[in-house]
């Protein structure tokens, strides 16, 4: 009977693999121990049910930073301002914004010079204390979804450090989705700063969470090589060779 598990063709090059091959063939999704060699190929119980508690574990902590650090920390409060008169400019906006969305003084795409700049982001039907449960529920929900996406990014990493790994992909979400409005739109740099942590901040607490209670991922530096080269949580000492430690 044909094999038609995914990783069948790739288990057996990696067998046939010339030795100083065998090193890369060993880092594909096939690695014993995967989820998709657990249980006959992709798809299996067990590989999805990895995801769903990574899903859920990461989604929880990142929820949980992010909670704590606008609930609790001071540091948004501290890059955030109010309006002398802050009636008076509602009103003023009220009137002149025809619908919600973001606004921007001078309108978008002029060149005119004017002061102040401003970037508004305007809600018509206004916010309330009652708004907070569907806020924290959509909030929970991104969380959820990202930390699938990370569980899925992790679960492939077999080399290095998962922690590192994830504040690189902190890192990367902070310098894409954060930065430019620093950049275009002005942002106040301790603002964005405080943002853009917040971002690395929850993705490495996820990471963290999810290759220790749910892969079982080696820590960074379990166990160090023997020819003084670092750290690496390799059992192969040719394998660790060919890749690079900690990243």
Do not use: R
Not at 51 to 77: N, Q, R, T
Not at 194 to 206: F, N, W, Y
Request: glycine residues 10%.
């Amino acid at each position: 009977m044909e094999n038609k598990s995914c990783c069948a063709g790739k288990e057996t090059a990696s067998e046939n693999a010339a030795p100083e091959n065998k090193a890369v063939a060993s880092n594909s999704c096939c690695t014993p121990g995967s989820c998709k060699t657990d249980g006959g190929g992709c798809g299996s119980k067990k590989c999805c049910g990895t995801g769903i508690k990574g899903m859920l574990l990461g989604g929880l902590v990142m929820f949980a930073w992010l909670s704590i650090s606008w609930m609790l920390l001071p540091w948004h409060d501290a890059t955030m301002y109010s309006f002398a008169e802050p009636a008076i400019v509602g009103k003023v906006i009220d009137d002149n914004a025809v619908t919600s969305g973001i606004y921007t003084v001078p309108a978008n795409g002029s060149m005119e010079t004017t002061k102040p700049f401003a970037f508004v982001s305007v809600f018509k039907d206004g916010a309330s204390a009652a708004d907070m449960g569907m806020q924290l529920g959509k909030q929970l929900l991104l969380c959820l979804l990202a930390a699938g996406m990370l569980t899925c990014l992790l679960s492939k990493t077999k080399q290095g450090c998962p922690v590192l790994a994830s504040a690189k992909v902190g890192g990367i979400a902070a310098l894409m989705a954060v930065l430019p409005n620093w950049i275009w739109f002005h942002f106040d740099l301790p603002y964005t700063f405080v943002s853009a942590a917040d971002v690395i901040i929850s993705v490495t607490l996820a990471g963290l969470a999810i290759s220790k209670l749910v892969l079982k991922m080696p820590g960074c530096c379990a166990s160090k090589k023997k020819d003084g080269g670092g750290c690496c949580d390799t059992k192969k000492p040719d394998e660790a060779k060919s890749t690079s430690c900690c990243g």
